[in-house]
């Protein structure tokens, strides 16, 4: 009995873990709210930078309010459209399964032996979907497809989380001209917080991620500063004339 203690133990120590991303969903909308959120109101304020720190603060604040709208409605719509998509294909699987299924059949037949599977293995596992539409349909959705069942609250919790991020990240380059007088000195303490905000965020999502923190803090940076300068370029340009 000991010794088949020590062997299980031994199994259970030994076992391979997983260790997978679930999270890149999420992490994409926080991408895609907080880089936008950083750099677009930056630049606004860089382009009023001549004026006064009450209208930047104003401008400012009136952009973060329209942008995170948008943007949150944005990603609540693209979410909701790929999962009217998934329902629409669902049902016509649906459809065919018990109108042709000879037809459904053969192309489970090519989807096996693209992975290798003989003609005996693969009618075995057909012979078995025939028996459970159900999995017979979740199966051509997942590997003919290639769609996978969307989370129910995926699109209103993208549109909060795209939302959110962009008002957070707005509000970084932002503060600064509420807490200097001084436009140079604000400007330019509000250009080095975004780009340290920048060089965290992007090294935070290389570590979520499981890629190398450091090129992925690097990539968000240069992509954030060259956004940001693009945008204050426009801006200035436009002042000017």
Same mark, same amino acid.
């Given at each position: 009995m000991e010794r088949s203690s020590h #062997?299980?133990?031994?199994? &259970?120590?030994? #076992? /391979?873990e997983e260790r997978h991303v679930r999270s890149g969903e999420v992490m994409r909308d926080v991408v895609m709210g907080l880089t936008d959120g950083l750099t677009v109101p930056f630049a606004l304020a860089a382009g009023l930078s001549s004026t006064s720190p009450s209208l930047v603060v104003t401008a400012g604040l009136a952009?973060?309010?329209a942008g995170a709208i948008? $943007?949150?409605?944005g990603g609540y719509l693209a979410a909701k459209s790929d999962?009217? /998509?998934?329902? #629409?294909e669902k049902k016509r699987e649906e459809?065919?399964?018990? &109108?042709? !299924?000879?037809?459904?059949a053969d192309e489970v037949m090519q989807i096996l032996g693209s992975f290798g599977l003989q003609e005996l293995e693969s009618r075995?596992?057909?012979n078995a979907l025939r028996k459970r539409p159900n999995d017979w349909v979740d199966f051509m959705m997942r590997f003919e497809l290639g769609l996978e069942k969307p989370d129910p609250g995926r699109a209103m919790r993208s549109g909060l989380t795209i939302a959110t991020s962009y008002t957070i990240g707005g509000l970084v380059p932002l503060l !600064?001209? $509420?807490?200097?007088?001084? %436009? /140079? &000195?604000?400007? %330019?303490?509000?250009?080095v917080v &975004?780009?340290?905000?920048?060089l965290l965020f992007g090294y935070i999502k290389g570590v979520i991620n499981g890629t190398r923190a450091i090129l992925s803090a690097f990539h968000t940076t240069t992509i954030g500063a060259l956004a940001s300068g693009a945008a204050f370029a426009i801006a200035k340009y436009i002042q000017g004339n």
């Open positions: #062997r299980a133990e031994g199994e &259970t120590s030994g #076992r /391979h952009e973060i309010a948008a $943007m949150g409605l999962s009217d /998509h998934y329902d #629409r459809f065919e399964v018990k &109108t042709l !299924p000879e037809d459904e075995a596992l057909v !600064p001209y $509420m807490l200097v007088k001084d %436009m /140079h &000195t604000a400007l %330019m303490v509000s250009m &975004t780009l340290f905000a920048l």
